[in-house]
């Protein structure tokens, strides 16, 4: 029995909608106190491939980790210049349309869209993506790295649901079709 795969966004934003400040830090992020992990372990266990631009990627590999923390999943880091796979990413170059489709028809689990703004952009203006999952930080900064690009694109969502965790709230949208 085939399930259809959907593309995940999962990401948490300051309440004036950036996803890191302008040099790259989360340490805002880290300040506000939540609770366990804010839903992450439940959302992972629901995905299998990971996807992320190279600009995230190379931020996760500059970070002080023991090692990849996507280690137990597919993922792709989506780049414009030429890059060698390793053993734990596999660098995309393709036509990003047919890639997802393509990996949207195979058997699996969710498919996550970890960052960035940039490939958020695209998947949004081709409409790929199925559904948005916004963990919002009581926290405003002013400026940074912008949740979402301003475009040529407009989307109609629907409520999913709404979480609590602490001073998180995670809001879920479904992306009408």
Known sequence: MS???KLLLFIAAS????????DESLDWLYQVQG?????FSEFYETVDTVLMGKRTYDWVVKQDLKEFPYKNKECYVFTRSFSVNTEDVEFINDDVVKFINKLKSQDGKNIWIVGGGELLYSFLQEKLVDELIITVAPTIIGKGVPLFREGDYHLELSLKGTKKFNQFVELHYEVKK
């Open 3 to 5: 399930n259809k795969r």
């Open 15 to 22: 309440l004036d909608g950036y996803i890191a400040t302008k």
């Open 35 to 39: 609770e366990g992990d804010n839903g």
